[in-house]
């Protein structure tokens, strides 16, 4: 999975889990296999950010800050979720390609926008 | 092994809610009221002078001139602060945790869950209520995002165009803006064409409101007109 991740690879939640959370307790759960997946708050909340567009980077960057931990080990605690959401199957990865994709058209969209004039 | 007492700072307008909690933490075995405030001005003196440990201050208290509160105690004494306020209101969570808060509580949970919450910012964690975590994540990361890309932005301009950009958010037209920079009107009007441009926008409008909302305005150096 590291592999992945220092390539540029985004994460992208499976559509078929269902959240199911509280402030006492977070679940995810997958009603097509019968599985529930009981998650502390902050690997929910990394999960709710695997949305295909959102870098690992990112992620890091948020956690560091959130949580006044040195990047390292923020990046640590990311890496080792991440991981075990790939290893379970609760992600899957899109390419960086998907990623730039989205960021291209958004320039393409903005460049052909009719001018005005102040 | 008895824990040793925290000191505890408690902030909030009103009197009753305020009062209440001062005599409910005060009654707690591991927190000691050293004192109370109901205003911006009132806590910061306290601060000053009982430098406590702990704050457990109201959400949405700022100077008049704007500065959250939670930035100011920062400033004037070492406390770990706790921001109650909105359960539901993730602007207000955000402001927080921007200005520096250790942790945030809901003024819906039950005393016990304040306790709680109190307690792990004394230790040093920072509290979220877990429903509101995941939210808080993204708005982070969409912010940083508005600040790599006015980073961006700004490397695109000259240092004269940073100058027009900033007179522009102090609302300056093409003829203040001549005037201030001892330039003549048709260079300001130059000068403010290549922003807009420069910016990606179209209108003097959208260059001000770009430049507020990714925060270029505080990366500029401000010097008074």
């Known amino acids: 999975m590291r592999s992945v991740i220092s390539g540029g690879g985004v994460p992208q939640r499976r559509p078929l889990l269902r959240v199911d959370a509280n402030d006492e307790r977070q679940v995810l759960v997958d009603a097509e296999h019968g599985v529930r997946y009981e998650l502390n708050p902050t690997a929910l909340a990394l999960w709710e950010l695997c949305d295909g567009a959102t870098r690992v980077a990112e992620m890091v960057e948020g956690v560091c800050e959130l949580f006044a931990v040195s990047p390292e080990r923020a990046e640590a605690d990311v890496y080792r979720t991440l991981d075990e959401f790939g290893r379970v199957g609760l992600i899957d990865w899109a390419a960086p390609g998907h990623l730039e ?14 001018p005005r004039h102040d | 092994m008895s824990v040793p007492l925290a000191s505890v700072l408690v902030v909030g307008s009103e009197a009753l809610y305020r009062e209440a909690l001062c005599d409910v933490l005060g009654s707690h075995a591991e927190f000691a009221v050293v004192g109370q405030a109901a205003s911006f001005a009132e806590a910061v003196q306290v601060a ?17 001139g704007g500065k959250p509160l939670c930035a100011a105690l920062k400033d004037v004494c070492s406390a770990r602060v706790l921001v109650v306020g909105d359960g539901g209101d993730q602007a207000e969570l955000l402001a927080a945790v921007e200005a ?9 949970v039950g005393l016990q869950r304040l306790f709680s919450a109190l307690q792990r910012v ?13 939210a808080l994540l993204r708005d982070l990361i969409v912010r940083n995002r ?14 004269r165009e940073k100058e027009v950009l900033e007179l522009l958010v102090d609302g300056c037209d093409h003829e203040a803006v001549a005037d201030i920079l001892v330039i003549s009107p048709q260079t300001a009007r130059t000068h403010i064409q290549n922003v807009i ?8 409008l ?12 505080d990366r500029l150096d401000r010097k008074s007109a």
């Open chain 1, 101 to 114: 994709d989205v960021e291209d058209r958004a320039r393409r969209k903005r460049a052909t926008a009719e």
């Open chain 2, 48 to 64: 000053v002078s009982a430098d406590p440990e702990l704050a457990v201050v109201e959400a949405g208290v700022r100077s008049a």
């Open chain 2, 100 to 108: 520096g808060a250790d942790g945030f509580a809901s003024r819906d």
């Open chain 2, 122 to 134: 004394r230790d040093g964690e920072a509290v979220v209520p877990p429903a509101m975590l995941g």
């Open chain 2, 146 to 159: 508005q600040v790599d890309s006015g980073r961006e932005l700004l490397t695109r301009l000259t240092r």
């Open chain 2, 197 to 204: 441009s420069k910016l990606g926008v179209h209108s003097r």
């Open chain 2, 206 to 217: 959208e260059a001000v409101s770009l430049a507020v909302r990714h925060g270029l305005v």
